[in-house]
């Protein structure tokens, strides 16, 4: 089975500074795709960014970004100027059994952002 | 539609009713997922679908439990005989074939 351990329960960033929310994980697969996800209180899981494990360069989407470490089983998220709007629960999900198939999700970190 | 819908927003029922929760997935999208999260937890799986056939039913929890997608697009589950362990919010997402997932806001279901 598909494990994914998120180390942080809780982190807090100051608005404007940088923080990187940590996730492991651990598969058979050698090729397939890792994902971060928010959940804001409005509980809707919102789909933050997309990493592909054949790809050497890490993923990024305007201040987010990943550092994909494939040997070592690590998925880290760093958002880069945080917003007030970036304050959520986020979860990592490591790479399905088999391609298209569920996803499975840690127990998250909770991000606040203090203005 | 722009985004996977879900209907009810939130649903009480009686312990031992009969619900139904209703997901409309992002069109186009063949793949459909069903999800429970409890509070303070991540999501848990609890059934796929391919097209209008259920890939993996392995999370549904007990036979009290059953979805369904007729036309391979909107997507019901039933849930008979509700017990107050059922409450939680049930989260639905689309993707197309090996795509990332698209959830849709959920339904909180309460159970008294």
């Known amino acids: 089975a598909q494990t994914v351990t998120q180390s942080q329960p809780e982190m807090s960033v100051q608005e404007a500074e940088t923080v990187t929310l940590s996730c492991t994980y651990d598969t058979s697969e050698s090729d397939y795709y890792l994902f971060w996800y928010k959940q804001p209180p409005s509980r809707q899981m919102i789909l933050v960014i997309r990493?592909?494990?054949?790809?050497?360069q890490n993923a990024t989407e305007n201040r987010f970004s990943v550092n994909f470490q494939k040997a070592a089983k690590s998925f880290s998220l760093k958002i880069s100027d945080s917003q007030l709007g970036d304050a959520a629960m986020y979860f990592c999900?490591?790479?399905?059994?088999?391609?298209?198939?569920?996803?499975?999700f840690g127990e998250g970190t909770q991000l606040t952002v203090n203005p | 539609g722009a985004g996977v819908s879900q209907t009810p927003s939130n649903k009480v029922t009686e312990k031992g009713k009969y619900v139904e929760l209703r997901c409309d997935p992002i069109s186009g999208h063949t793949a459909l997922y069903w999800y429970r999260q409890s509070l303070g937890q991540g999501p848990e799986f609890l059934i796929y679908f391919q097209g209008t056939g259920a890939a993996d039913d392995s999370g549904l929890p007990n036979d009290r439990f059953f979805a369904v997608r007729p036309e391979g697009s909107v997507s019901t589950l039933k849930i008979q005989r509700t017990e107050r362990g059922d409450s939680a919010v049930y989260l639905c997402?689309?993707?197309?074939?090996?795509?990332?997932?698209?959830f849709g806001p959920g339904t909180r279901l309460t159970v008294l």
């Open positions: 990493q592909e494990a054949y790809k050497q």
């Open positions: 997402a689309s993707s197309l074939l090996g795509g990332a997932q698209y």
């Open positions: 999900a490591p790479p399905p059994e088999t391609s298209g198939s569920r996803l499975t």
